[in-house]
């Protein structure tokens, strides 16, 4: 399988995109404007310590002072004691005996401001990597709760053997469960490195200055998207090849290689046609190239994908129409899950199939596919009703999340009222106002549609409104109103 990893960069916004021999499987998203502070480390200085409140304010360098509660100062835990674990043997200490004004602190944003609050903060460090999490204040190795207990023994064994007598506490994530000993590796000497440029800053530049940035997106192609099959990293932008080449050279050598800087003439992203693929994968249904479509709907609780065989008859009977539509669909499902970046529950309806042997061979080819998705996946078999329930885990805001937002007509429904509807509303909104009020003249304000219906089809029914009610009633079409919308307005 070849990969190539295409990089368009702008100031306003980063975007990757993960091409699979030719077409495009995976994209992500970074906007400037959008970047939190969760993660950065900086050299704090406390500007204020407020003993009632049994907190301190932190100057971190930002507009607002940063805020630190005596539950995020961090203590050494007893041996063998995780991070975090409620600790009964000694009452805990007020926070003015623990820190006061003008004290310099390494502290870390847990939490990023909102409105007129500023960020909150840590004094317990944490480096995330691609599989592993360092704590260098601490010298606990554990293993995340979400892998199941009977490996988790083994894991952390593995785990600390591999660290060694060096020091510092590490937490495998659940990506790193299946990962290899060079793999861990790797990541261990990485975050061990971003550590020691953190110590060294600390030394060297002034309080409230930033010590340490959470990766953006360009470094984390190279930490967590580069893998042995990846061919090329190209990037359209000279600045940020550079930087991210002396990046790679320093922390992930093997990717660094890969990457290259695209002088070409046309946008780097039209050599795949990327953004026809992001817009096609934006509406609800997917064409399959043997005729047959998906529809996938997007709701709070879960996704649902629909497989219909539309005009593919090219079979020899209909069973085999069924069958070979479904295997498309397996692919293609498998592909727009990891280019929406759904998550969560995720309902297939497949077409049903009478031949045990055909579902068979549709449900291994649907978990055949979901083995090439970097994110963890769990499809079960068919229910009793022939759906396939599968998860998906949620690693960030969903294609369409990221880039759309509810529409200003239908509110997000997906569906707006008829013209017809909307008119007969209006016709009984007139009659309940005019048993109210008693105006010269009703005005009608609504969208040239629902005025056109009026002027036309539903005439002779505002004639005989008017007529009843003994007011006029008169027209005004309004473009900017939606379909739903109107106003009845007493002259």
């Known amino acids: 399988m070849q990969e190539d990893i295409l990089i368009n960069w702008a100031p306003q916004e980063t975007r990757v995109a993960i091409v699979e021999n030719g077409v495009l499987q995976e994209l992500h998203v970074e906007r400037t404007l959008e970047r939190g502070l969760v993660g950065n480390v900086y050299l704090g200085k406390v ?224 050599l795949y046609a990327i953004d026809e693929e ?57 592909r727009q899950l990891r280019l929406r970046n759904l998550g969560g529950i995720i309902i297939v309806d497949f077409i049903d199939m009478v031949r045990e042997d055909h579902r068979d061979a549709v449900l291994a080819e649907f978990r055949k596919q979901l083995t090439r998705d970097r994110v963890k996946t769990m499809a079960a078999g068919f229910s009793q009703l022939g759906l396939v329930e599968m998860t998906r885990k949620r690693t960030r805001e969903s294609l369409a999340h990221m880039l759309c937002e509810p529409c200003a007509s239908c509110q997000g429904k997906g569906s707006v009222k008829t013209a017809r509807s909307v008119a007969y509303d209006i016709l009984r909104e007139i009659l309940r106002e005019a048993r109210q009020f008693n105006p010269r003249e009703f005005r009608v304000v609504a969208s040239p549609k629902v005025i056109e219906l009026f002027l036309d089809e539903e005439s002779q029914h505002l004639a005989g409104l008017s007529e009843f009610i003994g007011k006029p009633v008169s027209l005004q079409s309004e473009t900017a109103m939606g379909q739903e919308q109107y106003d009845i307005v007493l002259i």
Do not use: C
Not at 124 to 153: N, Y
Not at 177 to 186: I, M, V
């Open 278 to 334: 992001i817009a096609r994968a934006l509406g609800r249904r997917v064409e399959l190239k043997s005729g047959g479509y998906l529809i996938v709907d997007q709701t709070e609780a879960l996704t649902t994908v629909d497989v219909n065989t539309g005009g593919f008859v090219g079979a020899r009977n209909f069973d085999d129409t069924i069958f070979k539509t479904n295997l498309e669909a397996a692919k293609a499902i498998a």
């Open 47 to 270: 500007a204020r310590v407020l003993p009632g409140m049994q907190s301190a304010f932190i100057d971190i360098g930002l507009e607002r002072a940063a805020f630190l509660h005596v539950a995020d100062v961090w203590h050494r835990q007893p041996d063998g004691e995780p991070p975090g674990a409620v600790r009964n043997t000694q009452p805990q200490v007020p926070i003015e005996k623990q820190v006061f004004e003008g004290q310099t602190l390494l502290v870390q944003v847990i939490k990023d401001p909102i409105g007129s609050k500023g960020a909150r903060l840590s004094t317990q460090i944490s480096i995330a990597g691609r599989m592993l999490v360092f704590l260098p204040q601490d010298d606990h190795v554990g293993v995340s709760q979400k892998i199941p207990s009977a490996q988790r023994d083994e894991l952390r064994a593995r785990l600390g053997r591999l660290i060694g007598p060096t020091g510092g506490g590490f937490i495998l994530r659940t990506n790193g469960e299946d990962a290899s000993d060079a793999e861990l590796s790797e990541d261990i000497g990485y975050l061990r490195k971003s550590w020691a440029r953190i110590k060294e800053a600390s030394l060297r530049l002034p309080p409230s200055s930033l010590l340490h940035q959470d990766l953006n997106l360009l470094q984390r192609v190279l930490r967590d998207l580069v893998g042995e099959g990846t061919q090329t990293i190209r990037v359209d932008s000279r600045e940020q090849f550079d930087a991210l080449q002396g990046f790679g050279l320093e922390f992930m050598p093997a990717a660094a290689a890969k990457l290259q800087h695209y002088q070409g003439e046309r946008p780097i992203f039209d």
